[in-house]
């Protein structure tokens, strides 16, 4: 059984950056896409952004576009989030996603335990 596993979250400042990482476990995700979603207290999960297998294509949800950048090797069950100029709204538990299709809604296979962040002064 797969498990993903989110490392990375804290608190920071506005303005400041934060990465997250996530890592497969427990099997192998062969050409599976990985990405984020994040959610809120009270709020439905956001689509964050998503990357393909060979890490070439990737889409971003437009809160996010122009500070988040994801990345990931070719083909390895790894995936990073590199969170720059965060704002408040930004504060969220956000979970590691994996599935062999590329959405941009919560219907993933696969789901990490989620990492808080919380962006405050």
């Known amino acids: 059984q797969v498990q993903l596993v989110e490392s990375g979250g804290g608190l920071v400042q506005p303005g400041g950056s934060l990465k997250l990482s996530c890592a497969a476990s427990?099997?192998?995700?062969?050409?599976?896409?990985m990405g984020w979603f994040r959610q809120a207290p009270g709020e439905e999960r956001e689509f964050v952004a998503v990357?393909?297998?060979?890490?070439?294509?990737?889409y971003y949800g437009d809160s996010v576009k122009g500070r988040f950048t994801i990345s990931r090797e070719y083909n390895k069950d790894t995936v990073q989030l590199q969170m720059t100029s965060l704002k408040p709204e930004d504060t969220g538990v956000y979970y590691c996603?994996?599935?062999?299709?590329?959405?941009?809604?919560?219907?993933?296979?696969?789901w990490g335990q989620g990492t808080q962040v919380t962006v405050s002064p």
């Open positions: 996603v994996a599935d062999m299709r590329m959405m941009r809604d919560a219907t993933y296979l696969y």
């Open positions: 427990g099997g192998t995700l062969n050409r599976h896409v």
């Open positions: 990357i393909s297998w060979d890490a070439v294509i990737m």
